[in-house]
């Protein structure tokens, strides 16, 4: 089995500068509901605000923009 690779600092930041236009930055909601339920705070990403509506956007733009390797 092959190793997965480490993400850095740099990546994080790259893929940041590619997404600029592409995916929105979207808020965190606490959650009052879940919350009570987890007996602790719990904020929730509304990636759904995204036009895909979820946050798959970002992972499959990054994926399509890399040059394909064998």
Known sequence: MSEVPRVTLADIEAAAEL????????????SRWLSALAGGPVALKCENLQRTGSFK??????R???????
């Open 64 to 70: 399509i923009s890399q040059p394909i390797s064998n």
């Open 57 to 62: 956007i970002r992972g499959a733009y990054l």
């Open 19 to 30: 997404l600029q236009g592409i995916a929105i930055r979207t808020p965190m909601e606490d």
